[in-house]
């Protein structure tokens, strides 16, 4: 009868696959439990074929670098041994079943937050039980790391690299932080930052943050699919892993390091619209392009929705997402999409409040109004304002900034910028097409001839954009 139950459980487990996908999870077992295809293997009965610890270290190993971080293999084991099949005693056995294996594949991929909950329990810690805010993070951090790992590995970072953005590790730390700070109470309250780590969470209340939190399950399937090479190149049923990380372009054989870290772009990414996530192009750089307002305004205008990320002296990280493009006019322009954020020393976004529409402001060369690139806020308090005098900027915003209820960005109120970047989001518009590939001062001879009568060079001579297009995927 026991017997019965349990191959009803598995089967239904198994159902959940395609045919191709049931055969990559048999053929990932195989290998891992030593046995591959011979007569004897194929009747389940005749040969019960089990994983250890030791056979999944061992695959990772296989390679010169392995694609998971050794912790991460720990927690997935834990995971898979955290399965307790009908008939079994009770006694968890240090081999991994078949069963357990596809019932894990099956939960964590397929299944619900409320199937996922248990086994992710057991991987945060083997006990299992109420746990602490601070092993959630050690969790939430070593997931984000195997995350960036894996597909740095697997090279599935669509022209980002290592090497061509921000050191991770910050950025692991910031997004983790980020990601526990939605963890609440069972009355519905989160705990204040600095009680956080020390706080205990039972299964109920990580069930709910799992739920509310879908890049746990979107991070757990990366690690899965890419690190053990599962399923991986199956089109999956949701996109959310399809664009995960954007394509990225403009920035190939240019010897440009991102103000961005990965978990940054993955995060910042993922609060953009859904038909803008699935490719970033540099426009502006101002170690490209130089430090100048009107260079900046050169690449960013009539360049469809931007995000703008900035550097102060004192190394606070920050921007702004803009839903449109970039018009040098003295009003407000944009819409409720817009958003501010911060990358460091936190990662966070902050939306629209409702209370005015001062999303985004670009002027320039006029008497009368401000001259410079300013988003939030108002005249003079902008939540981020860059002043067309290049290289100074404010985040006037206390307590907070009225139209995206973000706090003061930079370290101090006044700064001084000490590097920039603009990254076009989705598809260029259409009126930025080909026509569009000029610099502002091949059309405007006059903006030409006032910047060399201002002794400012052309930064762009020699500069002039790749048609980035035609870049080739790594």
Same mark, same amino acid.
């Given at each position: 009868k026991m017997g019965n139950a349990e191959s009803n459980a598995y089967q239904n487990h198994l159902s959940r696959f395609l045919p191709e996908e049931q055969s990559d999870i048999d053929g990932l077992f195989d290998t891992l439990s030593g046995s591959s295809g011979s007569a004897g293997a194929k009747n389940a009965k005749a040969a019960k074929k089990t994983v250890t610890l030791a056979a999944l270290q061992a695959s990772q190993s296989a390679h010169t670098r392995e694609p998971l971080p050794e912790p991460m293999t720990a927690r997935l084991y834990n995971g898979m041994k955290s399965i307790e099949l009908p008939g079994k005693s009770s006694a968890p056995s240090e081999q991994i079943a078949k069963e357990q294996f596809v019932i894990f594949m099956s939960n964590l991929l397929k299944g619900n937050a409320n199937e996922k909950i248990s086994i992710i329990m057991r991987m945060i810690a083997k006990t299992g039980g109420p746990l602490k805010g601070k092993q959630i993070q050690e969790f939430i951090e070593d997931l984000i790391t195997s995350v960036v790992h894996v597909l740095s590995y697997r090279k599935e970072l669509k022209g980002w690299s290592l090497e061509n953005t921000r050191d991770s590790s910050s950025g692991v730390k910031a997004l983790a932080s980020e990601l526990l700070s939605e963890l609440k109470l069972p009355d519905g309250t989160k705990p204040v930052a600095s009680q956080l780590l020390e706080t205990h969470f039972d299964q109920s209340a990580i069930e709910d943050w799992v739920y509310r939190v879908p890049q746990i399950s979107v991070f757990l399937s990366v690690v899965i699919r890419q690190g053990l090479h599962v399923l991986h190149s199956l089109p999956d049923q949701t996109n959310d892993i399809l664009n995960l990380v954007p394509h990225c372009k403009g920035v190939k054989g240019r010897g440009v390091v991102s103000l961005f870290d990965i978990p940054a772009i993955i995060y910042i990414n993922s609060h953009l619209p859904a038909?803008?996530?699935?490719?970033?192009?540099?426009? %502006?750089?101002?170690?490209? =392009?130089?430090?100048? %307002?009107?260079?900046? /305004? &050169?690449?960013?205008?009539?360049?469809?929705? /931007?995000?703008?990320?900035?550097?102060?002296? +004192?190394?606070?990280?920050?921007?702004?997402? &803009?839903?449109?493009?970039?018009?040098?006019?003295?009003?407000?322009?944009? +819409?409720?999409? /817009?958003?501010?954020?911060?990358?460091?020393?936190?990662? &966070?976004?902050?939306?629209?409040?409702?209370?005015? +529409? =001062?999303?985004?402001?670009?002027?320039?060369?006029?008497?009368?109004?401000?001259?410079?690139?300013?988003?939030?806020?108002?005249?003079?308090? %902008?939540?981020?304002w860059i002043d067309s005098d290049y290289g100074k900027g404010h985040s006037k915003a206390k307590p907070r900034c009225t139209t995206y209820n973000s706090p003061q960005l930079s370290a101090r109120e006044d700064f001084t910028l000490d590097a920039m970047e603009v990254w076009a989001v989705g598809d260029a518009p259409e009126s930025a097409g080909r026509k569009g590939k000029k610099s502002i001062l091949d059309v405007d001879p006059q903006a030409q001839a006032l910047l060399e009568m201002a002794g400012k060079s052309r930064q762009s001579e020699g500069l002039r954009e790749p048609l980035a297009e035609d870049e080739d995927e790594e």
């Open positions: 038909e803008l996530q699935h490719k970033w192009q540099l426009l %502006f750089s101002s170690r490209l =392009h130089g430090e100048s %307002f009107s260079q900046l /305004c &050169a690449h960013i205008v009539n360049k469809g929705p /931007c995000i703008v990320i900035l550097r102060d002296l +004192d190394g606070f990280l920050f921007g702004g997402f &803009a839903s449109h493009s970039w018009e040098v006019k003295p009003q407000f322009q944009g +819409d409720n999409r /817009c958003f501010l954020f911060s990358v460091f020393p936190t990662l &966070a976004v902050y939306s629209y409040t409702g209370y005015n +529409d =001062h999303y985004m402001y670009l002027n320039h060369g006029q008497q009368t109004m401000p001259n410079g690139l300013g988003m939030g806020g108002q005249h003079g308090y %902008f939540g981020l």
